[in-house]
């Protein structure tokens, strides 16, 4: 059984039927089943498919924000942007698919050479709950339009939004087995990857899950995108304009109630505007409001879980006893939920817990720096290469920076962000492949290599 449970308030929602072995083997066939038909599809048909599917999430954006708001605790103004960011992401690639999968002509010996790109079959999307339809949108997308066929295997913790997806599919009118919604337990999901239907694996999630989802993919010699957990720097340099700075790095760290792997999670600031640019962080962050998710006022809501704000304070508590000073929050709060109050913690040293350890929480780490080679040594000091960003009028820092940070995706004067016009993905910890934009939708194709005298 899957449980949905409010975060702000504990209480359980509902409780959804999981599948058992079977039925998940008979779904999965299911969506193999329709691969034949869905392949052959001129991308035009596809294309229609994916507009309607945009048209049903714009038409079901109040309810789908506040079911969000409901299993994992996102403040309903962020839920409806979610919801149509996944709409644009939809429409973009029914609009640019055809483009982006046409031959591509190479020269050789042959009278004619070229590279076609044909989907490779069904793929098994595994999704967390943070973003419960930009997550899932990003995979299904580019995937479906390249002529896959989708399986979806979301989060247990926000089974309604899984669900509620698969309704946005089936009124949009795509053909049965296109996008199949798999509702089982994380027991399972080895044996769903094993599957003999299933062609690829598309996971997003922390670095330890990851790891074991390309484990088993690669024992059964299936191609994997790993989108996983960051520590991203965000570099301030003293020519920077503070003030902007300081507005996008505070909307970084708190969009999701920081739950986000490319929130801004450590903040290196040039030694000679440290102490004003805490003080402009800790007005920005103090001024926030925490509250109910389904009050269109509150702007930070709950953390998702109990066992995620109870490892949150484990990490704020660690920083604190090394040395770091806690300006703002930092205290568990009493009551029902699991809210965790905004925290702004100063002087934090590459040896302390909120350095070394990725905060998926509203919790701010903030570390001096002498100069601009310590910024980029510091922003490189982590396990992980997600992404990055730095605040300069320097042009010769800018091009360092962007040539050196080790990151999937850097950002100058501006925020992280996931557009689906651009690549987004990680180095080392963070994982490996891509979604979105070009390359994300040629990750799940063959890239077929043709050669004719």
Known sequence: ????????SAELIETHQSLNEKDMSDAIEKARTAFADWSREPLSKRAECLQSVARELLEAKDKLARLMALEMGKPVREGGPEVEKSA???????????AFLADEVLASDAARSYVTYEPLGTVLGILPWNAP?????RFLAPALMAGNTCVMKHDPHVPGCAQAI?????KAGLPDGVMINLPIETSLVEQAIRHPAIAAVSFTGSAVAGAKVAAVAGSEIKPAVLELGGSDPCIIMADADLDKAADVATLSRIINAGQSCIAAKRILVEAPVYERMLDKLHERLARLQMGDPLDADTQIGPIAREDLRDNLHRQVKSTIESGARCLLGGE?????????PVTLLADVTPDMCAFREETFGPVMAVTSVADFEEALSLANDTEYGLGAAIWTEDQGRIDRAVRELVAGQVAVNGIVKTDPRLPSG??????YGRELGPHGVREFVNAKQVWIR
């Open 426 to 431: 990680g180095v080392r910890r963070s994982g």
């Open 133 to 137: 339809l930009w997550l899932a949108f």
């Open 166 to 170: 698969a309704d946005v599919f089936r």
């Open 88 to 98: 644009w992401c939809a429409e973009y690639f029914a609009e640019h698919a055809e």
């Open 1 to 8: 059984m899957l449980q949905s449970r409010n975060p702000y």
């Open 332 to 340: 568990l709060p009493k009551g029902h939920g699991y809210a965790y």
